[in-house]
């Protein structure tokens, strides 16, 4: 389509003899640009984010106690038991110490049979005081 056809004028010979038409905002206006930042509304409150934090914590750090509490009784009742049975052990390892020791003093007396002036079970040492033997003296099944 030609110009003249679109602006109903017809038989214009040049551009300059067309009417002027400017585009214009519409009536009332264009609505106004928003522009500043706008975010929504949604969601907790970060005091409310907060305290359900500190709760879930508190709560957290409460089980933990009480699992702490399960935990060191159940430590003692351990110990306890070990305690009530120390004794019958220390006369078991004691019964096994003395058949030993009576084991390794005859060896002892076959051994040193030819030394003159050595006394069987006596201590090198001199000291005095009854000393254990070393660790795994008298165990050979450690050895």
Do not use: C, H
Request: aromatic share 10%; net charge positive.
């Amino acid at each position: 389509m030609t110009e003249a056809v679109i602006r109903t004028k017809p038989g214009m010979a040049s551009v300059k003899d067309m009417p002027i038409l400017q585009d214009g905002p519409p009536p009332g206006g264009f609505p106004p640009v928003r522009y500043a930042r706008r975010i929504p509304n949604k969601g907790p409150s970060a005091m409310a984010i907060f305290l359900a934090a500190l709760g879930t914590f508190s709560y957290g750090m409460y089980q933990v106690g009480q699992g702490n509490k399960i935990r060191r009784a159940l430590k003692e009742e351990k110990y306890a038991a070990r305690r009530a049975i120390l004794p019958v052990l220390q006369a078991e390892e004691d019964e096994r110490f003395v058949k030993e020791w009576n084991k390794y003093l005859e060896y002892e007396a076959e051994v040193m049979k030819d030394v003159p002036g050595w006394k069987v079970g006596e201590n090198v040492y001199n000291s005095g005081r009854w000393m254990p033997p070393a660790t795994g003296e008298l165990r050979p099944d450690v050895w």
